[in-house]
């Protein structure tokens, strides 16, 4: 459970690619949101959608996808 499956185009293989992203530690996040009685979640919440932004995806055929032209 440790990376994001997503959905990239890829330059190299001409296409779409199923690249993964790593992903941010699921336990910890478990454990905060039950130390916090549940107000981590919202902080989890803003953190997986930081690490979607922010995480070099892998293709799975040709390793890393550089998105110079991504925003
Ligand atoms: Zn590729």
Redesign the pocket.
């Known amino acids: 459970m440790a990376q994001i499956g997503v959905s990239r185009f ?1 330059e ?2 001409g296409g779409e ?1 199923s690249a993964v992203a790593e992903k941010s530690n699921f336990l910890l996040h478990v454990i905060l949101t039950g130390l916090t009685l549940g107000a981590w979640v919202f902080v989890w919440m803003a953190l997986i959608g930081l690490d979607a932004a922010l995480a070099v995806p892998r ?1 799975t ?2 390793g890393p ?1 550089s998105n110079k032209s991504a925003a």
């Open positions: 890829c190299r293989c690619a293709c055929q040709c996808i």
